[in-house]
């Protein structure tokens, strides 16, 4: 089991709690994005830099995701890929998307897309806050308990 991070778009708090927890649990974390960042000196903690342009970073996760690994990520779009191809994805407040849950969270995207281009303001999600950011950690110890059998 491996996670995968959306990290153009990922907030820095989220990639905090993803590094610690790689070192504590042992389990690899690649951070793909289409710009350098920095990460910390670990055996666990990976960079995947790909070309700019529309969905590289989300193809390049999808093609390399194995059924099982974990995917961070807001992009519900993304999220639905990976669960077709037996990921599992995670939002960066907490929230698993599933089998049972990623349709109706996607028409409910397209849906406020449909809105905000006829002109409608819907306003954009709050900021991250501390329950949020507790949320996800929560999830994220969960599912490495649960999935990951450290070597």
């Given at each position: 089991m491996?996670?995968?991070v959306d990290a153009?778009?990922?907030?820095?708090?989220?990639k905090?709690?993803?590094?610690?927890?790689a070192d504590?649990?042992?389990?690899?974390?690649?951070?793909v994005a289409?710009?350098?960042?920095?990460?910390?000196?670990s055996?666990?903690i990976?960079?995947v830099?790909?070309?700019?342009?529309?969905?590289v970073?989300?193809?390049?996760?999808?093609?390399?995701?194995d059924a099982g690994d974990?995917?961070?990520?807001?992009d519900?779009?993304?999220?639905?890929?990976?669960?077709?191809?037996g990921?599992?994805?995670?939002?960066p407040?907490g929230e698993?998307?599933t089998d049972q849950n990623?349709k109706?969270?996607?028409?409910?995207?397209?849906?406020?897309d449909t809105?905000?281009?006829s002109g409608?303001?819907t306003?954009g999600?709050?900021a991250l806050?501390q329950s949020?950011?507790?949320a996800f950690?929560?999830q994220l110890?969960?599912f490495i308990t649960?999935?990951?059998?450290?070597?």
């Amino acid at each position: 089991m491996k996670i995968w991070v959306d990290a153009d778009a990922c907030p820095g708090v989220i990639k905090e709690t993803l590094f610690r927890a790689a070192d504590r649990a042992k389990v690899e974390v690649t951070l793909v994005a289409n710009h350098s960042m920095r990460i910390p000196p670990s055996r666990f903690i990976k960079m995947v830099i790909v070309s700019s342009g529309f969905d590289v970073a989300d193809d390049e996760i999808v093609k390399r995701l194995d059924a099982g690994d974990l995917v961070i990520t807001a992009d519900i779009p993304l999220a639905s890929e990976v669960i077709d191809k037996g990921g599992v994805a995670l939002n960066p407040r907490g929230e698993l998307y599933t089998d049972q849950n990623i349709k109706a969270i996607l028409n409910m995207r397209d849906f406020m897309d449909t809105m905000r281009s006829s002109g409608v303001q819907t306003g954009g999600p709050a900021a991250l806050g501390q329950s949020d950011r507790q949320a996800f950690a929560n999830q994220l110890d969960r599912f490495i308990t649960k999935h990951h059998k450290p070597d």
